[in-house]
């Protein structure tokens, strides 16, 4: 679970913790946070994705420090509600709440009172009369974090939602990302792959329009969402995606990319008869070092895991240099860390209440 980045992390708490100052943008603006739930990327301003990253470096640095512990979320309480596996987001969500002095529970559904048949809005509230204070929710029903949103105080966190959202991968994504490069505005990412089934590309792309990035989405037409085409879109729905360049050729949608990102097919949540084969698919889209050579010569490569290796990308470039994807791991606890105190304390709280009593 450590990486070079948390490495030297010891966990205790801090007899001299040290505060995590207040974000500040790179434009000098003040940060700017008017969440209650972290639902998707497309109600957020670029300056709210601006202020996340801003705090994520804030949290790096906590990550980076002898004793990796402040008591910001002390008395909170965080609750890991996830309906569908999950290995990274669960586990840097955990990490997340800890480091930052919250009590942390991790529910397995297949054990809790859902199998007997409560309801996701009961298990909700029920968490939150035990004290609950954010709630982190992954489900296979695109929309269940939004109905859990309606009816509780408690904070909603959308760590995954059917083929709908994934606001904190994308937002790990746009942080790794920008560590790299800086400033993403006219960065061409590609991403490739099962478009239609991967809430991490839906979510991502929102971040990266929103950072001035071109995106650029490449699989087979079957793979690729009906409606991706603004000029297939009744009027009404014109603003439902931005606006992303489409490609079923991986060579040209790889073309000058700055980051191209693989991502896995989503068997769980396709109809059969989508692809001919697995080997048919591999041969027509799988990121490969031959392919990757039409990228830029420092690009980066990406995959939100889990990953098929033979399958949508190629072990030699998974593990080659322009793979950064232990980085977005790393990434995910920092990110994490961030949205939570961004919801319990907002923008302005993030800064004094990491100190020691909360009045550093
Ligand atoms: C997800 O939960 O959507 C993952 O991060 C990506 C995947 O499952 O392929």
């Known amino acids: ?70 008591p910001a979320l002390r008395g909170h309480t965080v609750v890991n509600l996830f309906y569908e596996p999950s290995t990274r987001t669960r586990a840097s969500f955990e990490l997340a709440g800890k480091v930052l002095g919250a009590d ?141 360049q489409i490609e079923t050729d991986i060579d040209r949608a790889i073309e000058g990319a700055h980051v191209v990102m693989a991502l896995r097919l989503q068997s769980e949540r396709q109809q059969g008869g989508l692809l001919p084969s697995l080997h048919e698919y591999a041969l027509h889209y799988q990121v490969t070092a031959e392919r990757l050579a039409r990228a830029q010569p420092d690009h980066l490569l990406m995959h939100p895991g889990p990953k098929n290796e033979g399958i949508e990308i190629a072990r030699d470039v998974a593990a080659g240099q322009h793979s950064i994807i232990e980085q977005q791991v790393t990434n995910g606890v920092a990110v994490r860390m961030a949205l939570l105190s961004l919801l319990a304390l907002g923008a302005d709280g993030t800064g004094a209440a990491t100190g020691e009593g909360g009045a550093a």
């Open 1 to 70: 679970m450590t990486t070079e980045t948390t490495g030297t992390r010891q966990t205790g708490v801090s007899d001299a913790p040290e505060p995590v100052a207040a974000p500040e943008s790179p434009q000098g603006t003040s940060a700017s946070w008017e969440h209650d739930h972290v639902l998707d990327l497309d109600d957020f301003t670029t300056e709210e994705i601006l202020t996340v990253l801003d705090l994520t470096d804030r949290m790096q640095e906590v990550l980076e420090r002898r004793i990796a512990r402040v």
């Open 104 to 244: 942390v529970i991790s529910l397995s559904v297949a054990t809790s009172a859902v199998q007997k048949g409560e309801s996701l809005i009961d298990t909700v509230r029920t968490l939150r009369a035990m004290g609950a204070d954010s709630i982190v929710i992954r489900h296979a029903s695109s929309g269940a974090p939004y109905l859990a949103a309606r009816h509780t105080n408690a904070s909603i966190v959308n760590a995954g939602d059917g083929a709908h959202a994934h606001p904190t991968q994308a937002l790990l994504d746009l942080y790794t990302m920008r560590s790299h490069f800086g400033d993403l505005t006219g960065k061409r990412v590609a991403m490739i792959g099962d478009i239609s089934h991967s809430r991490v590309a839906r979510s991502d792309l929102w971040g990266l329009t929103a950072l001035g990035a071109d995106v650029v989405v490449c699989g087979p037409p079957t793979l690729l969402p009906i409606g991706l085409d603004a000029s297939q879109r009744p009027e009404h729905a014109q603003q439902a995606l931005p606006p992303v």
